[in-house]
Every structure is written in C-alpha cells, then in structure tokens.
Nanobody, 126 residues
Framework: QVQLVESGGGLVQAGGSLRLSCAAS????????MGWFRQAPGRERDFVAT????????YYGDSVKGRFTISRDNTKTTLYLQMNSLKPEDTAVYYC???????????????????WGQGTQVTVSS
C-alpha cells in the first residue's frame, strides 16, 4: 500500500503562484509514476500533469502547459507541482495519484492510477 498526502493549496490572486506537494509513504519502491489531477465544482476530474519516478521530464495537460511544472524528489519520495500565472479557471481540488504498473509511457487517465490522496483546495481569485 501507498499513502499520499497533499499540501500547499490555498487562496491566491490571478497571476500568482502556488507550489503543491505530495508526500508518499508506505511501499514507495513500487511506484512507477505519479501525477496530479484536479476537479472543479460540478465537473469531472481532469488530468493536470504526470512524471515517471525514473527518467522522463513530465507530461502535461493542454490547459496548464507552459504555466505548471511537475517535479519529484526521489530521496524524499515527494511530488511537486509548481503553478505559475494562475487563472480563476485553475480553481479546483487538486489530487495527487500514484501508479504501480510499469509501461514506459506517461499515464494521463484516472484508471491508470492505483493510489490517491485526499486532495488540496486551490482557489484563484480574479
């Protein structure tokens, strides 16, 4: 089992920045890939970004390309999401996820992930 705990959410003005963190514990040696998803009120959960734990620079959803950067610290088994140039439409609950199955590719679908955190709220005011 893997446990994931997100932190770093909050309220920020449009144009501002936030950095989300996701601390993984448990069988972290079994993790192949980690990612971020988000869910706005009344909407489905959407893919934000993903990164493989070994190799790979990250893969992003179209709406965040050029503004968000995903990274990881393998020593601490921590995932980060640096969010710059935030927009009101980025307002959502952000979820961290981890996948066990190795495939060599990036995962952008919810059902490709095995473990999920509880989420952290990000609110961007206009």
């Amino acid at each position: 089992q893997v446990q994931l705990v997100e932190s770093g959410g909050g309220l920020v003005q449009a144009g501002g920045s936030l950095r989300l963190s996701c601390a993984a514990s448990g069988r972290t040696d079994s993790i192949y890939s980690m990612g971020w998803f988000r869910q706005a009120p009344g909407r489905e959960r959407d893919f934000v970004a993903t990164i493989r734990m070994i190799g790979g620079s990250g893969y992003y959803g179209d709406s965040v390309k050029g503004r968000f950067t995903i990274s990881r610290d393998n020593t601490k088994t921590t995932l980060y999401l640096q969010m710059n140039s935030l927009k009101p439409e980025d307002t959502a609950v952000y979820y961290c996820a981890a996948a066990r199955v190795y495939s060599g590719r990036y995962y952008a679908l919810e059902d490709e992930y095995d473990y999920w955190g509880q989420g952290t709220q990000v609110t961007v005011s206009s």
